[in-house]
């Protein structure tokens, strides 16, 4: 390993000071903006211009931040300490504009821009659904089209919203319009729930996605959904998990609920099993604090985002990344 500067080493002792004191990063982690020796930036996209229900996602990324300081070192399930094995900063928010949602998407391609620019993964909290699209732009600059797993009870592979083109509910369908993502390589997993029209999933289907639906998955079950999600998912692929794809009463703060969705272990197993992916990137959107209730979304959130990151060791911390960047120390 390189610099110890973002290495768990470095923090407080949660037996010394408390999780509950202090400015709350992720996971208690430093906040720097200095990318020197890092593989993990955790980045928050406050932004939810974009919603069309329930308001709030913009406040997400800071409550994701403040129930993230009770995360610890170790991770028993897949026996490795994601901030010890990997060097992980919190980069803090990019600057959303809350009126405009291009000056939104432009802050969040400079953000994250920076971030790949040093060959440092990103790690993003949302903000509603919409801010995946400007990560799936600055994605494609480096890597090419990416494929894509999506958690969501909602295709969001709608063309218009509202009469407008980019919302939270259209960010994926813009995105292989614009090339920057691979429709062919792109699997929904989650989906659910009543819809506008009848012919929503065949328009999704049109575009070349594999729709996995809720209740796909209970009767698959968790592996055999796995092996699909790789089977389709190749190359260098993005990760974007809307909470909404758990049930509302495993994750109630959020924009759009649905009824009838994945228990919060069941998420967790789908996140944990990736790890055989070429990850480029991960998002937890959807977050809305005003509608939390216990901070149980929240939580889920946080979790998730410490799920992925302990996958990531077994791929940037021995070889070092796949993408011919930094190498392995
Ligand atoms: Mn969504
Ligand atoms: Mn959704």
Redesign the pocket.
């Known amino acids: 390993m390189g610099s110890d500067a973002a290495s768990r080493s470095d923090l407080p002792d949660g037996h010394v000071v408390p999780r509950f004191a202090g400015i709350s990063t992720f996971a208690r982690l430093p906040h720097t903006r200095d990318l020197t020796d890092v593989d993990v930036a955790v980045i928050g996209l406050p932004f939810d211009g974009g919603t069309s229900y329930r308001p709030g996602a913009r406040f997400g990324p800071q409550s994701i931040r403040a129930v993230s300081t009770l995360l610890r070192g170790f991770n028993p399930v897949q026996s490795v300490e994601p901030f010890s094995e990997l060097r992980v900063v919190d980069w803090g928010d990019a600057a959303t504009s809350p009126v405009s949602i291009e000056d939104a998407f432009g802050a969040i391609e400079d953000a994250v821009g920076t971030v790949l620019a040093a060959n440092v993964f990103p790690l993003l909290l949302g903000g509603d ?1 919409s801010v995946s699209l400007p990560v799936l732009r600055t994605l494609a600059a480096k890597y090419g089209p990416v494929g894509l797993v999506h958690f ?1 009870a ?1 295709p ?1 592979t709608w063309d218009v919203h509202f009469g407008r083109k980019y919302t ?1 509910a259209t960010p994926f369908r813009r995105a292989i319009e614009e090339g920057v993502l691979d429709g062919r390589r792109y699997v929904q997993i989650g989906i659910r729930g009543s819809l506008p029209k009848r012919s929503d999933l065949d328009d999704a289907r049109a575009l070349g996605v594999t729709i996995l639906s809720a209740d796909d998955v209970y009767r698959m079950g968790i592996e055999a959904t796995l092996g699909r999600i790789c089977e389709v998912a190749t190359g260098s692929v993005y990760v974007s998990v ?1 909470v ?1 794809v758990c049930d509302p009463a495993f994750a109630p703060g959020t924009g759009t609920p649905e009824v009838g969705g994945f228990t919060s272990r069941e998420m967790l197993a789908m996140v944990r099993g990736l790890a055989p992916l070429e990850l480029v990137g991960f998002d937890v ?2 977050v809305s604090p005003p509608y939390d209730h216990g901070e149980i979304t929240a939580i889920l959130a946080a979790n998730l985002a410490y799920e992925l990151l302990s996958s990531l060791v077994g791929r940037l911390a021995p070889q070092g990344r796949g993408d011919g960047g930094r190498p392995a120390v």
Do not use: N
Request: charged share 55%; proline share 0%; aromatic share 0%.
């Open positions: 659904h969501d909602h969001d939270h809307d909404d959107v959807e």
